[in-house]
């Protein structure tokens, strides 16, 4: 008797039909349906998921064929019943053969395995075979350029640019480590000074001064102190001491602003006491500087050093050394011989000079007037008398060398103004030591008409006098075209026609001579009259003018 069971699997989106006819064909075909049914689960969880509508709908066409045509079921079924049998066989049969195949191939394998050397490679599939067969017809070379391209990535795993991006991070990291670690030590170091400096303290007081026990903070002690000095400052004459009391009171106040008894910092006085300590300490670092450059300047053993040396002492011995040093270095040394001309009359000269060595002769039209010796001034133009004449001048007269070797000192008129007008301690012993100058020249005069070197007297007193007006003409000319002091400096230039004897004549007529009137002079003002500082800036550079204000410094 036949059986038709019909089992119906859903494995995803396929269904698989079963249909038995007799227990013998069932469990003879048993293997391959079972491995029919697992191929097919398979290919149905690796397919695409199909619509839930259309699903619906296979399902419905399905149940409808079933319940419409058994008789369909039932041939469709015998036709796949043979089909399942026969297929089953040739599954059994190929996979009895394939048994033996793969055992062959892995007896094949381990032979391999045995006559080769040992690789680092664990599979035993064809394709790994294939690979390290490949692999070791590779060269040498080959395998050497490959080790070594290993190691340079190893060694060398970044580029020189992330290198350095990697080396500044770190320097970075580090530096704020360090600085991070600072500040702690800053604060906790600030906070110990704190708390030893507002620490209340007990000051043993005899009983029968005051019964009472008095306490005391030592930062009231740096305020108090703060007062003290500046106080005692002001009682001091001496400059140096001075500026080192104030630098001492004002950090003392410091001091007290910063670690306040109350607790808060006073940044304001705190501020202005930072500055006044700034300021004074640049003051007294100016003198040291200034002294130790003067006493380069006389404690060397060089010959020059020591002309300067016998200068000082006899000319300049009113002025200090620290002034005569910057005047000294600010001049440039000059040296001429016998039969040199200095200076030519009529010619511009912007220089004022000293002589350090030798003689030399003033001439007035080839008649000589006076002998300029060691320690005097040529062409100073009335600095005796505080007529600080910048730019150039006419000369009025001739020098010429009469020793066999001459040193000068030469100064620029304008860098020495800018020096005179910054330093007035300069200025005030540079007057004394030219008024004396003054003198010599005067008694030089007398020497020089006793001596016989004189043929006619009178001619060299018309000479001399020729030459006064002369350089009062000079005077006049160079005031008039700097219009910035022509009205400051009148007085001086009164005082200079009383030492010189200047009459009213005299001023009138050099007064024509420049191409002024009187009521012009007066008021200061003629039109058309140029600036010679604006000229000189232009000519000389704004970089020269800024330079000899630099030096004057």
Same mark, same amino acid.
């Given at each position: 008797m036949m059986l038709s069971v019909t089992a119906v699997g859903v494995t995803g989106t396929h269904r698989v039909i079963i249909t038995t006819f007799s227990t013998k064909a069932a469990t003879a075909s048993s293997a391959s349906i079972m491995s029919f049914v697992r191929k097919k689960t398979l290919l149905s969880s690796s397919s695409s998921s199909i619509s839930s509508t259309t699903q619906r709908r296979m399902r419905m066409s399905?149940?409808?064929?079933?319940?419409?045509?058994? *008789?369909?079921?039932?041939?469709?079924?015998?036709? @796949? #019943?043979?089909?399942?049998?026969?297929? *089953?066989?040739?599954?059994?049969?190929?996979?009895?053969? /394939?048994?033996?195949?793969? #055992?062959?191939?892995?007896?094949?394998?381990?032979?391999?395995?045995?006559?080769?050397?040992?690789?680092?490679?664990?599979?035993?599939?064809?394709? @790994?075979? *294939?690979?390290?067969? +490949?692999? #070791?017809?590779?060269?040498?070379?080959?395998?050497?350029? +490959?080790?070594?391209?290993?190691?340079?990535?190893?060694?060398?795993?970044y580029s020189r640019g992330q290198l350095q991006q990697q080396q500044q991070q770190q320097q970075m990291v580090t530096a704020t480590t360090i600085h991070n670690k600072m500040k702690e030590l800053v604060t906790i170091y600030r906070d110990k000074l704190n708390l030893w400096l507002n620490v209340p303290r007990l000051l043993r007081v005899p009983r029968w001064? @005051?019964?009472?026990?008095?306490? !005391?903070?030592?930062?009231?002690?740096?305020?108090?102190?703060?007062?003290?000095?500046?106080?005692?400052?002001?009682?001091?004459?001496?400059? $140096?001491?001075?500026?080192?009391?104030?630098?001492? /009171?004002?950090?003392?106040?410091?001091?007290?602003?910063?670690?306040?008894? !109350? =607790?808060?910092?006073?940044?304001?006085?705190?501020?202005?006491?930072?500055?006044?300590?700034?300021? #004074?300490?640049?003051?007294?670092?100016?003198v040291y500087v200034d002294r130790f450059r003067s006493d380069q300047l006389f404690n060397s053993g060089g010959s020059q050093q020591q002309q300067l040396r016998q200068i000082y002492d006899h000319h300049f011995y009113a002025m200090e050394k620290t002034d005569f040093a910057r005047l000294i270095r600010l001049g440039t040394r000059e040296k001429f011989h016998k039969g040199d001309t200095v200076v030519s009359q009529d010619c511009e000269n912007r220089y004022v000079r000293l002589v350090v060595s030798g003689d030399l002769a003033v001439d007035r039209d080839g008649q000589t007037t006076y002998w300029l010796h060691e /320690?005097?001034?040529?062409?100073?133009?009335?600095?005796?008398?505080?007529? =600080?004449?910048? =730019?150039?001048?006419?000369?009025?007269?001739?020098?010429?060398?009469? *020793?066999?070797?001459?040193? $000068?000192?030469?100064?620029?008129?304008?860098?020495?103004?800018? $020096?005179?007008?910054?330093?007035?301690?300069?200025?005030?012993?540079?007057?004394?030591?030219?008024?004396w100058d003054i003198v010599s020249k005067l008694k030089s005069q007398r020497v020089l008409l006793t001596s016989g070197h004189i043929d006619d007297a009178e001619h060299w007193t018309k000479k001399r006098r020729e030459q006064s007006l002369a350089r009062y003409t000079t005077i006049l000319r160079n005031m008039t075209t700097h219009p910035d002091y022509l009205n400051v400096r009148k007085d001086q230039l009164t005082k200079y026609r009383e030492i010189h004897q200047v009459t009213d004549n005299d001023h009138v007529t050099a007064l024509k001579n420049i191409g002024w009137s009187v009521d012009e002079f007066e008021s200061g003002i003629k039109e058309g009259q140029l600036d010679e500082d604006m000229l000189e800036m232009e000519n000389l550079g704004y970089q020269w003018w800024f330079r000899s204000w630099w030096k004057a410094l």
């Open positions: 399905r149940i409808s064929n079933n319940n419409n045509s058994t *008789s369909n079921i039932y041939k469709i079924s015998k036709n @796949s #019943n043979t089909t399942l049998i026969s297929s *089953s066989r040739r599954r059994l049969r190929s996979s009895d053969s /394939g048994h033996h195949n793969t #055992n062959n191939i892995y007896q094949q394998l381990q032979q391999q395995h045995r006559r080769r050397p040992k690789t680092k490679s664990t599979t035993t599939s064809t394709s @790994s075979s *294939s690979f390290s067969r +490949r692999r #070791n017809k590779i060269s040498s070379q080959h395998q050497q350029r +490959r080790q070594k391209a290993t190691l340079a990535s190893r060694l060398v795993p001064i @005051s019964p009472q026990y008095k306490t !005391y903070k030592i930062v009231e002690w740096f305020g108090h102190g703060s007062f003290f000095l500046v106080a005692v400052s002001y009682a001091v004459d001496d400059f $140096l001491q001075l500026r080192l009391l104030a630098i001492m /009171g004002s950090s003392a106040m410091l001091v007290f602003t910063y670690f306040h008894p !109350y =607790g808060r910092i006073l940044w304001l006085p705190f501020q202005w006491n930072c500055i006044f300590v700034a300021l #004074n300490s640049w003051r007294v670092a100016k /320690g005097q001034f040529m062409s100073e133009m009335g600095l005796h008398a505080g007529l =600080g004449l910048r =730019g150039t001048v006419t000369s009025c007269c001739s020098v010429k060398v009469t *020793s066999d070797e001459v040193e $000068l000192v030469r100064w620029d008129r304008t860098e020495l103004m800018h $020096l005179l007008e910054l330093h007035k301690s300069i200025e005030r012993s540079l007057k004394a030591v030219m008024s």
